[in-house]
């Protein structure tokens, strides 16, 4: 008789006469991601979308965005917010207003320990990034460094206080004033963190914040350009919104960075339950730092106990005491459906297309290159269960 793999296994599986019911097999764990976005109520956004489809505008700085601008500037205490699309065209735009423009854009001095769009933003704004060395303990641009690649043709400087660590923001204000050149801050990180009791976003000429749905704060897609003044707020819309003025005037060359009314929609009815989810990541790296803090071989970024964090990550470096390096630990969670991420890795300098640079080459960049190699980034969000957790940290604390 041929083999009838379907009657054939059912008969197969039916119980003995009189054995115990047969219990199902434990459902497998969920995979755990290194983020997961809260999304706003749906009775929060319902009144924005009416809004929408009432009045039909979807977009070009729309009553929703303008609201959602004005909620963001008091809700963090910064004096003005720019919207835009992602942080990444905020940053192209920071620039470009502080004076990295045309042709032979001159030099912008940032750090390679950092997602690939802040060097990405300077050579698409026409400059040429020029990477110097990071603190060995904040992994932020080191002052000194950035003091040792000034050049005549130093048009900025692009820090980056990576997962919401603030750089050494007097060192760094310091040298720019010494040198006369702005100071922008990439502080896609940084919604809701402070710096002695003033919000992170506040700092230098321009700070960048993301918006993306990886954030401690979301709009799906989106950014916020941070300034001091209204006439410089103004000048960023419109460089923005193809450099428009009026119906008779583009004064500029701007590009099509605007943020959608959708888009502020889901920021505006997200951002009152914005410092709960700050308080519920909280509570996640500090059980993190309870199980890690002590461990042989790993280095916690981000001690909890300083004020004014977001907890938007909890990275760890897996220094050579670790009995195994940081991609094997990362595998090995990932085998069991733990997805941390190694943010950031590989070393943007060490990327193709910016591996030739002068201030690329090996060597020259020592802390950089041993974060990148050491850095993983544990998941951190608000729903995290702590049962979840404590898998990761018994895989950590075994590997
Ligand atoms: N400067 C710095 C220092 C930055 O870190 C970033 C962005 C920027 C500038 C530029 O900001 P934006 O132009 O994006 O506004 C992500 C984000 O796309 C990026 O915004 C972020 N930094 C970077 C650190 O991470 P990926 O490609 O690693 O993300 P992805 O899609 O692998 O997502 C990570 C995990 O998050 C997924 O495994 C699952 C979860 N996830 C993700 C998304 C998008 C969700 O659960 N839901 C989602 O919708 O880049």
Known sequence: MDFDPISDSETYFLPEPGSPPRRPDPAPPEDIYVTRPTLPPMAA?????????DTRMLTNRGAILRRFELALSEHLGVPHV???????????IAMRHLGVTGRGAGEVITTPFSFVATTHAIAWAGAEPVFADIDPVTLNLDPAQVERAITPRTRAILAVH???NPCDVSGLGAVAARHGIPLIYDAAHCFGATLDGRSLLDFGDLSVMSLHATKVFHSVEGGAIISHDAQTKQALDRLANYGIVDNHTIDTLGLNAKMSELHAAVGLAGLPGAPKDIVARGAVVRRYWAALGQVKGLRCVCPPDRPGQNNYAFPILVEPGYPVDCETLADRLASQGIYARRYFHPLVSDLPMYRSLPSARQGLLPHASAAARQVLCLPVF??????????????????
């Open 382 to 399: 608000p729903e995290l269960a702590p049962a979840d957790q404590d898998r990761i940290v018994e895989l950590i604390l075994t590997p």
């Open 82 to 92: 720019s919207l835009v699309a992602n942080a990444t065209l905020g940053c192209m």
């Open 45 to 53: 956004l319902q009144p924005l979308l009416d809004e929408m489809w």
């Open 162 to 164: 990576c997962y919401a």
